[in-house]
């Protein structure tokens, strides 16, 4: 800019002047503020005591393989008989071959690109060779359209060039076979040793809801199975033939091509050379990741069950019994499972005949053997950082891992630089991070931060730090998505309270560090000692703490609290091996966008860690603009409502109710969604509805609805948050409940009905507290505790609502002392815990159950008074109760013990046909069910659970379908002790 000349005006010289001023004060305050931060220049620090890890090393890792080919997202590998190449399927279409005898290969030969040929493919899920392809070139193909087509998931045959059998002539495709193309649609084609085709489909829906076309059970069409085709023959209607020996052949409305159903995606198969066994690797829902070694005409259950996991319980069952998985993962260790082949080469002699198969999201390999009819081996080979969707083996049996993210090839090897470190610091103050871990005072360069809304932690406190190695800054790849540098290590210690309100009484209890080793993120914690001067690493298996709590506002004064430590395993729940903001959760802009003191200086913390080359300068400068994501604090009641409870869902829930979360339903709690956008507002809920009229998961406007924040105020099975908290946040669910209140009503198709249960409830709720008669006002408060809606506002009234002590008193014992447990877990808090109900829940140890001692008298009064029970409801023995299901007079004379606690908790598992359950769909859409007794030109006949009779003319009826399954529910133990469940089984086998 030209400087002002002679003539100008002495106004301009003033305003320069100031400019000036303002300039150079402005650089002095921040730098003044800098030297107040305490972060005027980073103070290098470097991660080195922490690398590698503290166990012992897995046998293997993983290598690349031929390191000069790269694919496009690789998803099928396949071998023609007669050449020793790899046909290598691309996800878009294109199918490319090798030559895997040169590991140097850098040539490859495009085989066919389907995607011009088919135009409207979306993906090809699988290929194999015929096994005499030398003789007729045929390879076949399975491939899919869009989702939601009736025939889109389409498996053809091809022919090969007869000029060049490593070109296929597109021209050629005859499609065999179609199913409807979805989320899951299988793909996976293996000849068997028997010389047929076998073809893995999925239930043909997203991955959530579960099973939303009810496909797994449902043998009628084609969905979530194996099935089996004759591919050298053709039938009058169809150009393949079914093989005579298929399982249902000769059952009605069952498609004979099945060879085995009850999968929700299965993903690769293999068979093993030795004993023809058909193995197949299947992609879990909520908690399990499942692998089956498949029987004919077996049945895996899905999706009345995910392994042994009750997911639609009610659903009819299909023609054979469910069977369960050979190897069974929890969703702490694996998330979408990639079946793999048996090893047969000589590179690696200890794997010699072992089953190796993965995992696309965690990376880990794992190896079985089987003999005998049992798994005799099992064990994790390899923690790779691999996407792994696909395995392939060569003509000598060696196996190697496919990883569609690098879209390269690799294969195990015993392990060379074990990342075990045996000098990794077992004590905090071992680790650098801490100049004095007596004063928890960090060292230079570890940089403390805050976050603008902490989870619920059962009253815990946390101080938060991060690390980076010199010269190194964590950069932006996409708005909210950072890559962190290779050793970054974030620190958190978490601190507790053991005097309700004193903060004098806080004691340090673990110190919780994550560390970036380039790859993935790795957890470690360390739990403070009794004297509060250092912190001991804890086994991989985690650790707890057991303290005693001081709180006023228990019932007993105090209380016996135990702390969790989470597992290595555990920590990578949360945080995936993923190098995104979600690995990290808490260091994000949305929380770290927030005023922070610095000494005597108050400033955006976005700004300082910018300044001090944490953060790049671009997250600070959009930061500043009104679109930026932010949270609050949730208790912050100066902030808008709607903006603290998004605040706290994020916080607490959004880890796993994400996208590839974890989390069973796909709802989406990240508080930058809007409210469509999270698929819970006003959405029927599909992990249960807790016997809740017009249940949802929010339902805008009536919190008694809400299936979430029944969750969220319950203690016992179902309740959340899932991990990290046993103790319900009674102002977190203030908040949400008061949010859920202000959301925009909806229409709902039962809104009549819900408003006369509402009222009703309500004039009885108010009637209760206003009226002193204790017998008066327990019948109206009885009525009121007969559903999960009128207990959750019971629970809002003792909250929020005056009343007398007498009458708080009165609702906590009806409640806790009703025989619903649904209602009874909302209550259990105001108990002191000696009367809090110990159950059995659903994993019930039956040896041990059966080896309690039980009183056949207090079984009777069990039988025939508890109203959970219901057993007299349903069963007569001598002269007592009805007789809708088995008389049990002479039951003991006939089931041994253990076969009674059998029949209990799976009652449909052998069951006379005269107890099928008849379902009756009516015209107007309603479902009933029950036993049979009539049905005729009139219509029909049924005796329900209340063991009333239900007559339905005929012009009401739509479909009548017998199921084999009791009207006794499953896992009825669940909710009782271990000492009634003995009482109950000592009665029943007294009765002979």
Request: hydrophobic share 35%.
């Amino acid at each position: 800019m030209k400087a002002p000349g002679k003539k100008s005006d002495s106004r301009v010289w003033l305003v320069w002047s100031l400019v000036l001023t303002a300039i150079f004060c402005l650089q002095g305050r921040l730098q003044a503020q800098d030297a107040q931060y305490g972060i005027e220049e980073r103070i290098p620090w470097t991660t080195s005591k922490v690398q590698g890890s503290p166990d012992p090393a897995l046998p293997y890792e993983t290598e690349r393989a031929f390191p000069q080919l790269k694919f496009n997202q690789p998803l099928v590998v396949a071998t023609a008989p007669g050449m020793k190449r790899f046909f290598v399927a691309e996800r878009k279409g294109k199918i490319f071959s090798f030559d895997y005898q040169d590991q140097g290969t850098s040539e490859t030969e495009l085989f066919l690109d389907l995607k011009q040929h088919v135009p409207e493919l979306n993906e090809i899920y699988g290929m194999a060779f015929h096994p005499r392809f030398e003789e007729n070139g045929y390879v076949y193909i399975c491939y899919v359209l869009k989702p939601g087509l009736p025939e889109g998931t389409r498996v053809s045959r091809f022919k090969v060039q007869d000029a060049n059998r490593l070109h296929c002539n597109p021209e050629s495709e005859e499609t065999l076979i179609e199913w409807l193309s979805g989320g899951h649609n299988g793909g996976c084609l293996r000849f068997g040793p028997d010389g047929y085709l076998y073809i893995s489909t999925g239930d043909g829906g997203p991955a959530s809801p579960p099973d939303i076309h009810n496909a797994g059970q449902d043998v009628s069409n084609l969905l979530s199975c194996v099935l089996r085709i004759d591919v050298d023959q053709r039938s009058q209607d169809l150009p393949y033939a079914i093989p005579v020996d298929n399982p249902f052949v000769k059952l009605p409305n069952v498609r004979p091509e099945i060879w085995a159903f009850g999968f929700r995606n299965p993903w690769k198969m293999c068979f093993d050379p030795k004993s023809g066994d058909l193995w197949v690797g299947d992609v879990g829902w909520e908690l399990w990741e499942l692998v089956y070694r498949v029987e004919k005409g077996g049945n895996y259950g899905w999706s009345i069950k995910e392994g042994r996991q009750p997911v639609k319980p009610g659903n009819q069952l299909g023609p054979t019994p469910i069977l369960p998985p050979t190897i069974a993962h929890s969703h702490r260790e694996a998330r979408s499972i990639t079946g793999g082949y048996f090893y047969g080469g000589t590179r690696l002699p200890d794997l010699k005949d072992t089953y190796i198969y993965g995992d696309y999201s965690t990376g880990k390999l794992w190896g079985l053997r089987y003999e005998n009819q049992r798994v005799n081996w099992h064990q994790e080979l390899a923690n790779s950082t691999l996407k792994v969707t696909a395995f392939a083996i060569d003509d000598a049996g060696e196996v190697y891992i496919v990883d569609i993210e690098g879209g390269a090839f690799h294969r195990l090897a015993p392990i060379k630089e074990s990342d075990h470190n045996p000098d990794f610091p077992t004590r905090l103050s071992q680790t650098g991070l801490f100049e004095s871990t007596e004063k928890h005072q960090v060292a230079a360069g570890v940089i403390p931060y805050e976050i603008n809304a902490p989870a619920w932690a059962d009253y815990a406190t946390a101080e938060r730090f991060i690390a980076l190695p010199p010269d190194t800054t964590i950069e932006v790849v996409q708005k909210r998505f950072w890559n962190f540098p290779k050793d970054t290590v974030l620190v958190k210690t978490i601190s507790l309270e053991t005097e309700r309100g004193n903060p004098q009484t806080a004691l340090r209890l673990e110190t919780q560090l994550l560390h970036f080793n380039g790859a993935r993120w790795q957890g470690y914690s360390y739990r403070w000692n009794e004297d509060q001067t250092d912190a001991t690493l804890v086994p991989t298996e985690g650790d707890s703490i057991k303290l005693e709590i001081t709180d006023a506002g228990h019932p007993d004064g105090k209380l016996n609290y135990e702390w969790r430590v989470s597992s290595r395993a555990e920590c990578a729940v949360c945080h995936t091996p993923y190098q995104n903001y979600l690995s990290v959760l808490s260091f994000e802009e949305a929380q770290l966008n927030r005023e922070r003191k610095f000494g005597d200086i108050v400033d955006n913390q976005l700004r300082a860690l910018a300044h001090i080359k944490v953060l790049p300068e671009s997250v600070w400068n959009e930061s500043k603009g009104t679109k930026a994501h932010y949270l609050v604090d949730p208790h912050n009641t100066a902030a808008a409502l709607n903006l603290r409870a998004r605040s706290y869902l994020h916080a607490n829930c959004r880890h796993c109710h994400r996208n590839n979360g974890g989390g069973g339903s796909t709802i989406e709690l990240d508080a930058s969604f809007d409210l469509e956008a999270m698929k819970a507002v006003g959405v029927t809920p599909t992990q249960g509805k807790f016997e809740i009229l017009g249940a949802e998961v929010i339902a805008p406007g009536d919190p008694f609805r809400s299936v979430l924040l029944y969750r969220m105020s319950k203690l016992g099975k179902g309740r959340m948050p899932y991990s990290g908290s046993s103790i319900v946040d009674v102002e977190g669910t203030r908040l949400i409940q008061e949010w859920i209140e202000r959301l925009p009503t909806r229409p709902h198709e039962l809104q009549f009905e819900i408003a006369r249960q509402r009222n009703r409830q309500v004039n009885l709720l108010e009637d209760a507290i206003q009226i002193e008669d204790q017998d008066f006002s327990g019948q109206k408060l009885q009525e009121v505790l007969g559903t999960t809606s009128g207990g959750l506002m019971l629970l809002n009234a003792l909250d929020r609502q005056p009343m007398s002590e007498d009458t708080q008193k009165q609702i906590v014992r009806l409640a806790t002392q009703g025989e619903n447990p649904l209602v009874r877990d909302l209550f259990e808090r105001f108990l002191p815990e000696d009367q809090r109900v110990k159950r059995l829940g659903q994993n019930i140890d039956h040896r041990a159950l059966l080896s309690l001692p039980g009183d056949s008298r207090e079984g009777k009064r069990l039988f025939m008074e508890m109203a959970g029970l219901q057993c007299r409801n349903c069963h007569r023995v001598h002269q007592h109760g009805k007789e809708l299901g088995p008389d049990l007079t002479q039951i003991g004379k006939k089931l041994s013990r253990q076969e009674l606690l059998e029949n209990i908790i799976e009652p449909s598992k052998k069951i006379d046909e005269k107890y099928f359950t008849c379902v009756v769909e009516l015209r107007s859409g309603k479902v009933v069910s029950g036993l049979l007794v009539r049905r005729d030109d009139a219509g029909v006949v049924l005796k329900d659970a209340k063991n009333e009779l239900l007559e339905i003319p005929v012009q009401d009826v739509e479909t009548v379908v017998m199921q084999k399954k009791s009207l006794m529910p499953d896992q009825l133990l669940r909710d009782l002790t271990a000492e009634q469940a003995a009482h109950l089984l000592a009665y029943l086998e007294s009765l002979k």
